[in-house]
């Protein structure tokens, strides 16, 4: 599977910005994660794509009611809604995938995800 991320981009506190992750086949899970400097790559929403997993999707604590995350299954493509943005929301913004089904509750963790975007850079200034 390879994934090509976009979307990045400057904007001020308070704005929005929306991150797109085209597949190239379709994945049974999607999930962004982001990397701040000096920081370890943290999880920030996923997507289970399969039927079965009826579009289940999952937020960090910390993007939880600011943060969307939604698809369009025509398109293999992933879409990160980001409202209300913050400052503390900088950082280089990846897009993954994981090609087999398993368990919702691994879906967070960096780990479980086969294959990985490029990265996209959002900035927030205050």
């Known amino acids: 599977v390879q994934l090509q991320a976009s979307g990045g981009g400057l904007v001020q506190a308070g704005g929005s910005l929306r991150l797109s992750c085209a597949a190239s086949?379709?994945?049974?899970?999607m999930a962004w994660f982001r990397q701040a400097p000096g920081k370890e790559r943290e999880f920030v929403a996923y997507?289970?794509?399969?039927?079965?997993?009826?579009?289940?999707?999952g937020f960090s604590e910390s993007v939880k009611g600011r943060f969307t995350i939604s698809r369009d299954s025509a398109k293999n493509t992933v879409y990160l809604q980001m409202n209300s943005l913050k400052p503390e929301d900088t950082a280089v913004y990846y897009c993954?995938?994981?090609?087999?089904?398993?368990?919702?509750?691994?879906?967070?963790?960096?780990?479980?995800?086969?294959?990985w975007g490029q990265g996209t850079l959002v900035t927030v200034s205050s």
């Open positions: 086949t379709r994945p049974n899970h």
């Open positions: 993954a995938a994981r090609a087999t089904r398993t368990v919702l509750t691994v879906l967070r963790y960096p780990t479980t995800y086969e294959y």
């Open positions: 997507i289970a794509l399969s039927a079965l997993s009826g579009g289940a999707t």
